[in-house]
């Protein structure tokens, strides 16, 4: 069974300048969360969809982050205009349901450097 | 405040040894607690799922156990082996309505020949 596919690995940008990152879930997974990982910290989630609609996405920085995931299945996150403290690995993950029901399957994340 | 609180510092241990990691909570009354193992360079992988009325749970050299009273969790690696080292996760299912996993920073284990 394919994981969680993520691009791209790495992207280094101007600050102020966009980006786009895209993932794949495992199929069939209802739910997709991106997160983002800064170094020495745990994941911090970003957004979570359920199918296709948004069930949380309070710690998104929504003047400049955004997501979105049509017809359910694949998703974008996309930063405009991007500062320094963007620099993170943007981590995808699904999962079959609701977290509560098991366990999450993460992609090899996006390593973002904003110069 | 709601803080989650894993070792900072790197644990080094001896191959062969239990490596034990620590988690502790204050504020939160998770319902589920998972633990991760995260690599250099990729994302989290899942370990081990605990509820909170288990007390431990097993799966081949790991244990984990889960003290509601305490608010910590134990993950515990037996026979331990250089493969083993890599950045251990915790993260506790809170059960608000958005079902969101609470991450802690993690703790990197290191085991030396």
């Known amino acids: 069974e394919a994981g969680v596919a993520q691009s791209p690995r790495y992207k280094i940008i101007e600050k102020r300048q966009s980006v786009a990152f895209w993932c794949n879930p495992i199929s069939g997974h209802a739910t997709l969360y991106w997160y983002q990982q800064i170094l020495g910290q745990g994941p911090k989630l970003l957004i979570q969809f359920q199918n296709n609609g948004v069930v949380d996405d309070s710690q998104l920085p929504k003047d400049r982050f955004s997501a979105e995931r049509l017809k359910g299945v694949d998703s974008t996150l996309k930063i405009q205009p991007a500062k320094l403290e963007d620099s993170a690995v943007y981590l995808c993950a699904s999962s079959l349901g609701r977290v509560s029901t098991g366990e999450l399957f993460f992609g090899e994340g996006s390593r973002l450097t904003v110069l | 405040s709601q803080k989650i609180e894993q070792n900072s510092e790197a644990l080094n241990i001896q191959e062969g040894k239990t490596a034990t990691l620590t988690c502790n909570y204050t504020n939160y009354s998770p319902a589920y607690l998972q633990w991760y193992r995260q690599d250099p360079g990729r994302g989290p992988v899942f370990l081990l799922l605990?509820?909170?009325n288990e007390k431990e749970k097993r799966k081949e050299r790991l244990k984990v156990t889960f003290d509601t009273t305490l608010k910590q969790s134990l993950f515990h690696i037996t026979a331990s082996q250089p493969a083993d080292s890599a950045t251990y996760l915790c993260?506790?299912?809170?059960?608000?309505?958005?079902?969101?996993?609470?991450w802690g920073a993690g703790t990197k284990l290191i085991i030396k020949p």
């Open positions: 605990i509820r909170e």
């Open positions: 993260a506790l299912d809170i059960m608000d309505s958005n079902y969101q996993l609470i």
